[in-house]
């Protein structure tokens, strides 16, 4: 195989990788796509952690897999089947106070009205504007940036996106000028009056950010996650039958079917280039793949840092590319259970509505900001903020009967400790775990006594099984500076990196991170119309 000249071949086999896959397979080119690990899937697979017990290992809930795909590749055909939670989000606040949020504008409102019946009257207007500005954005996301140098084409991008942002009333256009500019605090100070109305609507502005709700630029992450659907329901957050690698399996599936051949353990240790353009890769093993063009499914930094030879490019380009800010602050765990959480505001072991939802420890504004600011001072939030979602009461494939499983999403973590400390040292990942299971088991007593076994996934265990440069789930930080246009950097927004036939298809690239398929989607795009051009 290693002298078979493929079209394509793709570094990594996570979900954008399997994506781009499967429409350059469907436009006619022979294609390879290349992953490191036993199984494909990246960051978005499913595996048994204990005996009986199956969960996603680190992306964990579904709503922003891009319809389009799904119904370009037709994932329910390959097995795809997305359920609903019953409600979407959970905020344990005390004792006795929690906030249940359901779907459906008056049931949000009766809930929020028990906190603030200002803010319950506030929420349509807030509702509103949020989807008046997400659906300005939503077919941006599936348009490739307009991009400095590439001449005419990036002009009439350009004429066209500002023609779209003129034509929107006074009021949107600065709804759309505060979520671009504003932190997520200040955004909805200017909405709402309770600190846990506000820090419950926040939560969203920090998912993935290693930021505070008070940062610059956190308006927009809040943003980026409005604009996902589930099952054509927008604002709908779902769970993927069989874990998230049940949506990877799913697309590995699709690209086959279209003629792309995937390949496991072929880690690639280097992009082969001759005369200025990438030509291929070389592999740990010591095989060579020739290629016409070669597409990159993992973070741009991790790219010019250890994949492209150094002194191919520009030295002051590759700082740059090196200095691309990362870093989630996030920290995963999986564990069986042998009970539900009973919790002290919503009692009970047996399944209720709240157990199916996004469950939030982070009851108030305050909260996440101090948790931030911990993480910064010390190395980790002395009170985290969890996301725990329990899949098993929506799909009993997950544990043994009358058992479950649960993900915990957790903020905020260093990427790295303050010296002498290391993520390297086992024990300061079971610190930490130990620390997020005493804080949900404040607020639902039985939790510590009811886990069974864990898994833990530091930032650095991230960076090495699936390539997040410092634990980064987005494969860059999606601050101001690292947006449409100046994803992944200025010049280099259309997908294409500054050698060539080398390209960039994974969550470093424009729309950003999250289980989309987006990034996946356009750049097979552009390297089409490339290849195409070079017939």
């Not at 394509?8 to 397979?25: E, K, W």
């Not at 620390?435 to 607020?443: R, S, Y």
Request: aromatic share 6%.
């Amino acid at each position: 195989m290693s002298n078979t000249p493929w079209d394509v071949a793709i570094i990594g086999g996570g979900h954008n990788g399997l994506v781009a896959a499967a429409y350059l397979a469907r436009a006619g080119a022979r294609v390879v796509v290349l992953e490191k690990n036993d199984v494909a899937g990246g960051a978005a697979l499913t595996e048994e952690f204990a005996p009986g017990y199956r969960n996603s290992v680190a992306a964990y809930t579904v709503s922003l897999l891009n319809p389009k795909i799904i119904r370009d590749l037709d994932l329910s055909r390959h097995g795809l089947r997305i359920v609903e939670r019953p409600v979407a989000n959970f905020w344990p606040v005390d004792a006795t106070r929690g906030l249940l949020m359901p779907y459906g504008l008056a049931r949000r409102q009766q809930a929020i009205a028990a906190f603030s019946p200002r803010d319950a009257e506030r929420l349509p207007a807030y509702d509103a504007a949020l989807e008046g500005a997400a659906a300005v954005l939503r077919d941006l996301v599936l348009e490739t940036p307009p991009n400095r140098g590439d001449g005419i084409g990036s002009l009439i991008r350009t004429g066209l996106l500002g023609r779209r942002l003129l034509q929107l009333d006074l009021p949107r256009q600065r709804v759309v000028a505060d979520l671009f500019t504003k932190s997520a605090a200040d955004f909805l100070d200017g909405w709402f009056e309770s600190d846990v109305v506000k820090g419950a609507l926040a939560f969203d502005g920090i998912v993935g950010a290693y930021a505070a709700p008070s940062t610059p630029g956190t308006a927009y992450v809040l943003l980026h996650h409005c604009f996902g659907e589930v099952n054509g329901k927008s604002g709908v957050w779902g769970h993927a039958v069989g874990g998230m690698g049940a949506i990877t399996q799913a697309m590995q599936k699709a690209a086959e079917a279209a003629g792309a051949v995937v390949r496991t353990r072929a880690a690639v240790r280097e992009v082969t280039i001759s005369g200025g353009r990438a030509t291929g890769v070389l592999l740990a093993s010591g095989e060579t793949i020739h290629a016409r063009a070669v597409a990159a499914n993992v973070g741009p930094k991790l790219l010019m840092r250890d994949l492209v030879p150094d002194g191919v490019i520009d030295p002051d380009m590759r700082r740059r590319f090196l200095g691309i800010k990362t870093g989630s602050g996030t920290f995963r765990m999986n564990v069986a259970l042998s009970e539900l959480p009973d919790f002290l505001c919503r009692p009970g072991t047996d399944a209720q509505d709240h157990h199916g939802a996004g469950i939030v420890i982070g009851p108030t504004l305050d909260y996440l900001e101090r948790a931030y600011l911990d993480a910064r001072l010390e190395g980790w939030s002395r009170r985290p903020v969890v996301e725990m979602l329990i899949p098993s009461t929506l799909d009993a494939s997950l544990a043994p009967a009358g058992r479950h499983v649960a993900s915990l999403f957790v903020q905020h973590v260093a990427p790295r400790l303050p010296e002498p400390r290391s993520w390297a040292d086992p024990a300061e990942r079971e610190r930490f775990a130990d620390l997020v299971i005493d804080t949900v088991t404040e607020h639902a007593p039985n939790f510590r006594a009811a886990v069974i076994a864990r898994q833990l996934l530091s930032p650095l265990d991230l960076e090495t099984r699936f390539g997040l440069v410092d634990g980064d789930i987005f494969h860059g930080q999606l601050g101001l500076d690292q947006l449409f246009s100046l994803r992944p950097m200025m010049g280099f927004a259309s997908y294409r990196m500054p050698i060539a036939g080398l390209y960039l298809c994974g969550s470093g690239a424009h729309p950003g991170g999250g289980v989309t398929g987006v990034p996946g989607h356009n750049a097979a795009r552009e390297i089409a119309r490339d290849l195409k051009r070079r017939r």
